[in-house]
């Protein structure tokens, strides 16, 4: 089952979570863009990014739920 809090290095909190929709992620956080490629995980222009959350696209790729998240909320860390 997918977690949706991944504690980050120096004990902070995602502020991105499996549960979100990959769409609102992109619209909010338009540097994960470059994460979701790199992991295959979302075809930014198709109706899935609307619909699917970060966990359902993670399982149907194959891809690590947890360092995924790990990584688009280091890039959304950097950004602040």
């Known amino acids: 089952q997918a977690r949706s809090v ?3 290095k120096g004990g902070r909190l995602m502020r ?3 549960e979100m929709k990959i769409d609102n992620v ?6 994960t863009v470059q994460v ?3 992991y295959g995980v979302a075809c930014l ?13 993670a399982q149907v790729h194959g891809v ?3 360092q995924l998240l790990r ?3 280091e890039t959304v860390t950097i950004r602040n």
């Open 6 to 8: 991944v504690p980050l």
């Open 26 to 31: 992109v619209r909010q956080y338009p540097e």
């Open 64 to 66: 690590n739920l947890d």
């Open 36 to 38: 979701f490629n790199r």
């Open 16 to 18: 991105i979570t499996a």
């Open 71 to 73: 990584e688009l909320n």
């Open 45 to 57: 222009g198709c109706s899935a990014a609307e619909y699917d959350n970060i966990a359902t696209s």
